[in-house]
């Protein structure tokens, strides 16, 4: 099997996956995806797609993320080994739709506007 790669964002966050033929090594941004997210819950968030198709240890993953959060940047990570669980079998689909790893969220921090305080805050009105 030769490499795919996906690319998945969340936020400002934009998540290169390359994944391969192996036994369930995943390296983000050249570490260790446990000391890259220390969090447990974004750890979980990495595996998602994996523990649904049962596929943990069959292939080896190499991360390149930037931009956004932690958070973001677990989420888009999630997205991208998604799609290319979909690329390497079409029958994994399905699976990945209907728990929504497959669906780009597109919620984004709205701009602040001139005259505001931020996006939709305004300043301080004084009567006096």
Known sequence: MEVTNTVGR???SVARVYVSAGEGNIKVNGREFAEYFPIETLQIILKQPLTTVNVASS?????NVRGGGVRGQAEATRMAIARALCEINVE??????KEGFLTRDARMVERKKYGRAK???R???SKR
């Open 119 to 121: 996006a939709r805050r």
């Open 59 to 63: 292939y080896d993953i190499k991360v």
């Open 92 to 97: 994994f689909r399905p699976a990945l739709k």
């Open 10 to 12: 969340r936020k400002t």
């Open 123 to 125: 300043f301080q009105f």
